[in-house]
């Protein structure tokens, strides 16, 4: 037996540390997100988890809360924190008086890629914690825990990086090659299809182990960037970020500063599935019903004078490492620099783009299948 | 509640990457120390871990290992394999035929400090292992872990580290003041007395939170260096090294290339407990039973001309953080060059030490109290 066997997927680690471009300063746009998606799953908690629905053996006075794809924090804190308010509030009005003398010993599982900054993640846990904290290295397409052994789930702003890049992007024969694009927006039917295509299988992955890992009666909250049903993907605020990162790239190979190789054979590594794909997704997986779905809108609260800054700030913090990778550090100034100047020369782009509703809340429920 | 209230030990993480004074590189007399351990932790899985002691609801099908003050590696991986192996043979023999099909769920528990190198651990994990691996930050003298959630601990080459310095060893108006001096080693009684009451409150906590964690019939296995009863401390060859140790520091302070009250104020954290002791204190705590008390003898296999070198390598890779810490990182190779050039002139001390059984292996059963 091996968790890992024949599961070798890239990872696109957050830019760790506590710097400037780091993720730990530049998850503001993740942290709105995080408080929109709070109430929700307050709600959730409060509707539709149901400590009887643990048996005696697999509750056994321990609760255990998964936040996969966690990053370094401080957000991972804050949500993990939240839900484990929410569960005791649920314990105390189910099971009566006494709680909160009896409260369940929370633990809390922190999971990322091996490469993720688990000695920044560790020194900054809030130190009077309610609960004992454990990270676990390991991509989550594949599996990371025993069976039935996880009461609650969350992923936040992960399930939409792509385990691999689909190969055929990278081939000149194929249709699909992506020569001066970086993503599916504004490309080629057939780089779509691709993308499709990688997603589905991997959340095929993901929701098959989910599916061995969370307990009958556990419950799994998934928060990801989505594309609202019927609206082109060129059309969201990401999509349109997306096709200015890849005309400041091709800007700069025009004038040689990269190779347009370079660009032709980097492609960005995420997918904004809609609630319906979702929705297909996890009836195909058949172990979780959909006990809630919204699409949430994350920009009435930004400014629109600062939403290019921020927005290209956000995605420095998100993309830096694997522009890095294939570009190379000398270049990444200049890019974010490019790309920040293409957000006000085409503002009416991202201003007028579709922003009601581009953040995807889903909350899970493992059933009997 | 708070895991951390009121506990805030010093830590001393081993130095970390895979340099060449890294524990990594330099930690093969812990391996041999595990390696001797090995056939003694096969026996008491064998002939003490029963696994019908432990009832459905906490057995479940999961079978939780930790290793506390593991480090990063290679050493924790090689044991908690062997355990691993052990504990499934156990499960073969006790509970016949269903048995490989039906083997738990492994989760195993990587624990230090939270200074340790938790990335260099991750990333070395063998990648082809048989359990569920997890990481926990955080001192061992508190909780780590919820309520009667262990079936197996070991903690090897960790327990001896004080959680912090006795305060009296620093006050020259104190009877224990350890001034010229940088351990109890040939020092005043005092000085002697502060360690002893030092090690007893951190074995007190330490015990006290392994009671509530390893649920009853669990087991625990300390590896740890020792002093025969009866035997003075300085006539043990850790003994022998830490004196020399403080003799390079002092006359590197004659010589002013460090202050004399950087060595006043120096003082190594660690006692090495006699069996007798051990036996007390965890009789005091009085949740667990001792199956299994071993002296061993590690210096056997050591090549006499190479045993000024090795050790002081080994000294390094334990020490140098601390060290470095304490006097500056420019003295550090100066340091290690005079201690190497006093295992020379001394070697006969070294030599004529007391070597038969400095190495305890104490094999506990968590019982009703």
């Given at each position: 037996m091996s968790n890992n066997t024949a599961i070798t997927p890239e990872s696109y680690p957050m830019k760790g540390g506590d710097s400037t471009y780091s993720y730990a300063k530049n998850s503001s746009f993740q942290k709105s997100a995080t408080n929109i998606a709070k109430s929700m799953i307050d709600e959730a908690i409060t509707d539709y988890l149901d400590i009887k629905d643990f048996s005696s053996a697999s509750l056994n006075n321990k609760f255990h809360i998964a936040d996969l794809g966690c990053s370094v924090g401080p957000n991972?804190?804050?949500?993990?924190?939240?839900?484990?308010?929410?569960v005791q509030q649920?314990?105390?009005?189910?099971?009566?008086?006494?709680?909160?003398?009896?409260?369940p010993d929370f633990q809390i599982f922190f999971n990322d890629h091996v490469s993720n900054d688990f000695n920044t993640l560790f020194s900054?846990?809030?130190?009077?914690r309610q609960y004992f904290a454990v990270g676990v290295p390991g991509s989550f397409h594949g599996r990371l825990f025993p069976n039935s052994s996880l009461h609650f789930v969350q992923s936040s702003y992960a399930v939409h990086w792509l385990s691999n890049l689909p190969e055929e992007l990278l081939d000149?024969?194929?249709p699909a090659w992506n020569g001066g694009r970086i993503h599916y927006i504004n490309a080629d039917d057939e780089v779509g299809k691709a993308y499709v295509a990688q997603f589905a299988k991997d959340m095929a992955s993901f929701l098959d182990a989910r599916a061995k890992e969370i307990m009958v009666g556990g419950m799994m909250v998934l928060i990801m960037p989505s594309t609202p049903n019927d609206v082109p993907h060129s059309r969201i605020p990401s999509g349109v970020m997306f096709d200015l990162?890849?005309?400041?790239?091709?800007d700069m190979a025009k004038e040689e500063l990269i190779s347009e190789a370079q660009v032709d054979s980097f492609n960005l590594p995420l997918y904004a599935a809609s609630p319906k794909e979702?929705?297909?997704?996890?009836?195909?997986?058949?172990?979780?019903?959909?006990?809630?779905?919204?699409?949430?809108n994350l920009f009435s609260c930004i400014d629109?004078?600062?939403?290019?800054?921020?927005?290209?700030?956000?995605?420095?913090?998100?993309?830096?490492?694997?522009?890095?990778k294939h570009f190379g550090s000398k270049v990444i100034d200049e890019v974010f620099h490019r790309l920040y100047e293409k957000t006000q020369e085409f503002s009416e782009?991202?201003?007028?783009?579709?922003k009601e509703g581009t953040q995807l809340v889903l909350v899970l429920k493992r059933k009997l299948k």
């Open positions: 991972t804190f804050i949500s993990m924190q939240n839900i484990l308010e929410a649920k314990y105390q009005s189910q099971l009566g008086d006494q709680y909160p003398h009896k409260f900054s846990l809030p130190p009077e000149k024969n194929s990162l890849g005309s400041s790239l091709m979702m929705t297909e997704l996890i009836n195909q997986n058949g172990f979780f019903s959909i006990v809630r779905m919204e699409l949430n629109s004078q600062t939403t290019g800054k921020s927005c290209t700030m956000h995605l420095r913090a998100a993309l830096e490492g694997i522009i890095v782009r991202l201003e007028s783009s579709y």
